[in-house]
T-cell receptor, first 116, second 117 residues
C-alpha cells in the first residue's frame, strides 16, 4: 500500500490564483481530513469527510473547498489564494471498524504552499 | 470540543538524559489519546496511543505515556534520549462517540524536543 499520498510537495502561488491540492489513499478508509500546520499553532482542521459524498467544515474552513466523489480521493481547493494561506498542508485518513470510533489517523507527507 | 495544552513549546536536553513532554486536555469525558512525532520536513507518524485498558502505554523506541484521568493528562516520557529523538511531538485527543464525526482529532501546539550531544 502507498498509504496517503499528496501532490504537489511544493507550490508557489501568486495572490488571487487558484489551485487544487491532491490527496489520495489506498487503504479504503472512510474518514479523510485536511489540516494546515503553522509554526506554534499545531495542526488545525480545515475540512473533513466521513465518506464519499459527505464533507463538513473544521476549525478554519474559510477560503477552502473540498469534495469527496470517491473513497480514495479528497482534493482541497484554494479558490483565491491569499498570503495568510501560506502553510504546510497535511491530508490524513482513518478507519473505524464497525462498532468503534475514532481510531488513529494516517498522515500524508505534506504540501508546502507559499503565497506571494 | 476538546482543548489540548502542551505546556512546553521547546525542550532541550542532553543525550542520555531523561525527558518528559507534558500534555493536558480539557474534557473529562471518555477520550482516546495519541502522541504523534514529526521529524524535519516529514509528515506525522503515530508514536503511541491510549484507547482503553492499561493506563501506561509504550512505543517500540522506548517512549512511554501514562493516562491520568483525574488530572486529564497524558505525559510522554523517555528515560534516556538519543540525538535521533530530535523532532516535534504532538499530543492529540479524540472523543469516541458513536455516530459522530469519525476520527476528529484535536491537537496541541507541539513540543520541539532537541537532543544535544
Amino acid at each position: 500500500n502507498a498509504g496517503v499520498t499528496q501532490t504537489p510537495k511544493f507550490q508557489v502561488l501568486k495572490t488571487g490564483q487558484s489551485m487544487t491540492l491532491q490527496c489520495a489513499q489506498d487503504m479504503n478508509h472512510e474518514y479523510m481530513s485536511w489540516y494546515r500546520q503553522d509554526p506554534g499553532m499545531g495542526l488545525r482542521l480545515i475540512h473533513y469527510s466521513v465518506g464519499a459524498g459527505i464533507t463538513d467544515q473544521g476549525e478554519v474552513p474559510n477560503g477552502y473547498n473540498v469534495s469527496r466523489s470517491t473513497t480514495e480521493d479528497f482534493p482541497l481547493r484554494l479558490l483565491s489564494a491569499a498570503p495568510s494561506q501560506t502553510s504546510v498542508y497535511f491530508c490524513a485518513s482513518s478507519y473505524s471498524p464497525a462498532g468503534t470510533t475514532n481510531y488513529e489517523q494516517y498522515f500524508g507527507p505534506g504540501t508546502r504552499l507559499t503565497v506571494t | 470540543a476538546q482543548s489540548v495544552t502542551q505546556l512546553d513549546s521547546q525542550v532541550p536536553v542532553f543525550e542520555e538524559a531523561p525527558v518528559e513532554l507534558r500534555c493536558n486536555y480539557s474534557s473529562s469525558v471518555s477520550v482516546y489519546l495519541f502522541w504523534y512525532v514529526q521529524y524535519p520536513n516529514q509528515g506525522l507518524q503515530l508514536l503511541l496511543k491510549y484507547l482503553s485498558g492499561s493506563t501506561l502505554v509504550e512505543s517500540i523506541n522506548g517512549f512511554e505515556a501514562e493516562f491520568n484521568k483525574s488530572q486529564t493528562s497524558f505525559h510522554l516520557r523517555k528515560p534516556s534520549v538519543h540525538i535521533s529523538d530530535t523532532a516535534e511531538y504532538f499530543c492529540a485527543v479524540s472523543e469516541p462517540r458513536r455516530g459522530s464525526t469519525l476520527g476528529r482529532l484535536y491537537f496541541g501546539r507541539g513540543t520541539q524536543l532537541t537532543v544535544w550531544p
